[in-house]
């Protein structure tokens, strides 16, 4: 179900806080240019603070410098979106050179990971000025000087790592596609610039391709030869045409893995597009699986990724193609793969969300895969849309039922009630959020059920358009089965707004499952809004 070919941190950890905990604040009163610290998330062994620089005068504030000390016993594991460097418990961050003038009236926010339970920050100078304002540092302070002429590590010094997982071990994995780099101008940076990489646990890299049945490159130019600029690049440092030289995707995951040290990075093959080759692949797993490894772990790229992703549309069933390899097809890939690459690689699968009654989950014995895979992704979007041009309008991902569904059993719950039934553990399944919205024209009824002629027009692709675009042309008026909706002239679209994540991360965690992921990164506005409230959500 999901688009793919078709539609054409330093380093934070994403910690989990749940909704109802209210965040402590270290602020250091008012002034012309100020500076707060807010422990959004503490779990006794570490803590996630935000950080926030305001601008109170009437003049652009070019630069910005906060030099602070941490109590004994804390430290700064990990940060993102500033520069921070350290002198004993004495720590200094800068503006990013990326970063533009901070506007009069406007603020701007950086992060960190601390080690222990959170301790407010003491000694706080802003720009050599008390945090809290006025013209007098405290006498504790450094003189006030520019920020130095060569730049500060973009990594802070060894430290214990961070966690690899927010509190509680919930997962936060986030789809990026290889061909955003094209029409949707979308960059391995821009993860980092908008606070995702902070907030993600996991990436998927989509996709690689099937073809033969082996395992193959998708498009080698934006995989590994697009050569990034500095401007464009993760870490400010452009790529080389050296012998040998890694560039594209592949580099800039690289550098992003190496600002945001908690990040796995999983290659995921198949897709809509891509799957017809693993009908094939069933027929030999082994040499499947073979093929697999060589490409995963070539010496050119093996640091980058840290396991391999099956997103098999359909297996036993039918997607762009149909396939008839039987009920432990899927299965026999699977523990293949997870023979060739051995218990340490992350082995993960996207999966069919159809719950109904003799559909695509009953077709394969996904179950007895279960036990060879970290975790198992039931795709829980797109269940309905302008591919049924004249509808009847309908969310593309329900989280329940409701009077009127066009078809029983899709609805999200139910897979992964499904699922469960046939002995998945919960904790190995995560719930699947869409980052965009599917639509109709034609349509003269406000809520779901209603008939339309058509797709309603999309930026990339009639009947799809991005949350981020959404949001602000067709804002959402009203909810059914868990996500919304909305009709703006004759067209009606569904889509999941920060407010309807927020229920379905309440969700996940009362079915115990091991967190969420998502299609995919360039749908999400700038500032990471989604990503942000599944994160806020997960517990």
């Not at 500060?152 to 596609?177: D, R, S």
């Not at 809509?272 to 499947?288: K, V």
């Not at 309603?456 to 981020?468: C, H, L, R, S, V």
Request: hydrophobic letters at 35%.
């Amino acid at each position: 179900m999901k688009r793919s070919l078709r539609l054409a941190l330093c380093a934070g950890v994403a910690v989990a806080a749940a909704v109802a905990v209210v965040p402590m604040t270290s602020a250091f009163g008012a002034g012309n240019v100020t500076t707060t610290f807010t422990a959004s998330s503490d779990w006794g062994s570490g803590h996630e603070v935000r950080v926030t620089v305001s601008n109170g005068t009437d003049a652009p504030l070019n630069t910005w410098r906060v030099e602070f000390d941490l109590p004994a016993g804390t430290t700064i594991s990990s940060f993102w979106d500033a520069d921070v460097t350290r002198s004993g418990n004495r720590y200094t961050a800068v503006k990013k050179s990326w970063a533009g003038a901070l506007a009069p009236g406007a603020s701007t926010s950086w992060g960190y990971i601390g080690s222990g339970a959170y301790k407010a920050p003491t000694n706080c100078t802003v720009n050599g000025a008390s945090c809290g304002g006025g013209s007098t540092p405290p006498t504790t302070a450094p003189p006030t000087t520019a920020p130095p002429t060569t730049a500060p590590p973009t990594t802070p010094p060894p430290t214990t790592p961070p966690p690899t997982t927010p509190p509680g071990g919930k997962k936060v994995v986030g789809y990026f596609t290889q061909w955003g780099v094209y029409g949707r101008n979308y960059h391995v940076k821009n993860i980092h610039t908008s606070g995702s990489a902070a907030k993600l646990t996991h990436i998927l890299y989509a996709f690689g391709n099937t073809t033969g049945g082996r395992c193959t490159i998708g498009d080698s130019y934006a995989d590994y030869d697009k050569a990034y600029t500095a401007a464009e690049s993760v870490d400010g440092v452009g790529d080389t045409w050296d012998t040998g030289a890694l560039r594209g995707n592949f580099n800039q995951l690289r550098k992003l893995k190496a600002m945001y040290p908690h990040l796995k990075v999983i290659w995921s093959f198949g897709g809509w597009t891509w799957s017809g080759g693993f009908t094939q692949a069933a027929r030999d797993p082994a040499a499947f699986a073979q093929s697999c490894y060589n490409l995963v772990e070539d010496p050119r790229w093996a640091d980058v990724f840290d396991g391999i992703d099956i997103d098999w549309e359909y297996p036993n069933a039918c997607g762009l193609t149909c396939d008839e390899s039987g009920p432990n097809a899927f299965k026999n890939v699977i523990s293949a793969l997870r023979t060739r690459f051995g218990s340490s690689a992350l082995v993960t699968a996207a999966i069919t969300a159809d719950g109904s009654n003799g559909g695509k989950i009953d077709a394969t014995d996904y179950a007895g895969a279960a036990g060879n895979l970290n975790w198992i992704m039931p795709m829980t979007y797109d269940y309905f849309g302008a591919f049924n041009p004249q509808g009847p309008t309908a969310p593309h991902s329900p989280l329940t039922s409701y009077a009127g569904i066009p078809q029983q059993g899709f609805w999200s719950d139910a897979a992964i009630q499904k699922l469960k039934s046939k002995g998945i553990p919960a904790s190995k399944l995560l719930l699947g959020i869409g980052f965009y919205g599917r639509g109709w024209t034609g349509v003269t009824q406000t809520g779901p059920g209603g008939t339309a002629t058509g797709a309603a027009p999309g930026t990339y692709e009639a009947g799809i358009e991005d949350y981020k675009v959404l949001k602000n042309t067709c804002p959402a008026t009203g909810t059914v089965g868990g996500t919304a909706y909305a009709k703006c002239g004759n067209n009606w679209w569904s889509y999941d707004t920060p407010a309807t994540i927020g229920g379905k991360m309440s969700y996940a965690n009362g079915q115990s499952l091991g967190g969420a992921f998502f299609w995919e990164l360039s749908g999400d506005t700038t500032n990471g809004e989604l990503i942000t409230a599944i994160k806020n959500g997960l517990g």
